[in-house]
């Protein structure tokens, strides 16, 4: 079977009604959630098939050397990891992708980095279906066939067959989100469909469709990828153009709109992993109905979530119930108010606190760092740098730091100086030294840091040299 499908994994999103594990900084997508792979790493596996091209994906600075990194483990080769200098929805991230597609006839199967399907067979032959019917000139979406009145999801109603695709049927509208009754409604009527947020369409019919619809929109694009630079393992998109595409989804911009729509039912066992009462409904359930991850003591409970990914957890005498704990918050809720911990991370913005951003380890292109200690005038971090990493050269205007050894071999640029560090020994960075951290070891080094001084924060960087293009 010829690779002539062309995936397109989009990583971006926030999945913020996974709070407390899944944050701005490291979202839902990289986190392991129902197996031992991540989120991403499970999309990207299940396109190990010989109808699929080499997957390409599209995520923004931030999260671009943990999309890599997750793909090196996975054994998977992406096509290109493509930059948005920001976040402009899908629609404009679609277009990107067909403007560096192999060619206006490529077939581009538009994935979520987040969702879990557990019928793969199922999923092939939808895709096979629907591929038959991009090449025939329509949009592509799939339709999840409904076991319950979600009102979580938009749903599709779905009109006539599509010519003589077998499995394929026009789009006879799209529908919001309903509320609880109007959602039973659509289930007694049959007929209609949750929207999956997949889609499927060659590169000509889709930009063809956006010139007609958004002209702006595309025209920002092609900007975009014209003066996009092309780096060894990244495309970074012209951020002065690409900020020009209004934001836009693919539903609303095209979809809605357009006259080619295609609506492909399927039953995949699937799972957008909204909430945590839909991991709980993914997980296996112990005797009394609960799903239980990490170190959980549970008691006279039934049909809970919990989960710790730190201290230990006992829950007694609860029901319905979702703990999950971290090493830095605890989220406890009815399971029935899951879609209510968006207000939590909306309040946790709103007071700026940090704990709606990154977890206490932060995952950088060159290793981590976990914070241990924060107060007014210090912090104390324990910096973990992988063999043969480097930091940036760099100098901060607002505070000094101390560096202790703890394990391994640090190289050590200090102003003028350059000079070698092993186990239990230190050096002190006065406030405006340049300096540089390395590992020049072919094992992990484990540094405590100890900064002091009026600003302590991650904006007190000033770089100079930095092999990661982050200057």
Known sequence: MSADIHPVILCGGSGTRLWPMSRSLYPKQFLPLVTSA???????????????????????????????????????????????????????????????????DAVVLLLPSDHVIGDLREF????????????????????????????????????????????????????????????????????????????????????????????????????????????PDFFRLSQAAYVEAPSLSIDYAVMERTDAAVVVPADLDWSDVGSWAALWDLGGKDGNGNVVSGDVIARQ???????????????????????????????????????????????????????????????????????????????????????GARLSLQRHRHRAEHWVVVGGRAKITRGEETFELAEDQSTYIPIGIKHRLENPSADELHIIEIQSGTTLSENDIE??????GRI
């Open 124 to 231: 092939h032959a939808a895709v096979d279906r629907a591929a038959q019917a991009a090449r025939r000139g329509a949009l592509v979406t799939f339709g999840i066939t409904p076991t319950a009145p979600h009102t979580g999801y938009g749903y599709i109603l779905k009109g006539a067959g599509f010519e003589d695709v077998d499995g394929c049927f026009s789009v006879e509208r799209f529908v919001e989100k309903p509320d609880a009754g109007t959602a039973r409604t659509y289930l007694e009527a049959g007929g209609y469909l949750w929207n999956s947020g997949m889609f499927m369409f060659t590169a000509a019919v889709y930009l063809d469709e956006l010139e007609r619809l958004h002209p702006g929109m595309l025209a920002a694009c092609r900007r975009a990828v014209a003066e996009g630079r092309k780096q």
């Open 301 to 387: 409970s039934g049909n809970c979530y919990l989960r710790s990914g730190g201290p230990l957890v006992a829950a007694i005498g609860l029901e319905d119930t979702v703990v999950v704990a971290t090493a830095d918050a605890v989220l406890v809720l009815a399971k029935d108010k899951a879609e209510e911990v968006k207000s939590v991370t909306d309040f946790l913005v709103s007071e700026q606190r940090p704990e709606c951003a990154s977890h206490l380890t932060v995952y950088r292109p060159w290793g981590s760092f976990r914070t241990l200690k924060v107060s007014d005038r210090f912090l104390i971090k324990h910096i973990t740098l992988n063999p």
């Open 38 to 104: 991540t989120l991403l790493q499970e999309t990207a596996a299940r396109l190990r098939d010989g109808r699929y091209a080499r997957p390409m994906f599209i995520c923004n600075e931030e999260h671009r050397f943990v999309v890599a990194e997750q793909s090196r483990q996975a054994g998977i080769t992406p096509a290109e990891i493509i930059l948005e200098p920001g976040g402009r929805n899908t629609a404009p991230a679609a277009a990107v992708a067909a403007l560096k597609s192999s060619g206006p």
């Open 463 to 468: 770089r100079f040299e930095d092999v990661y």
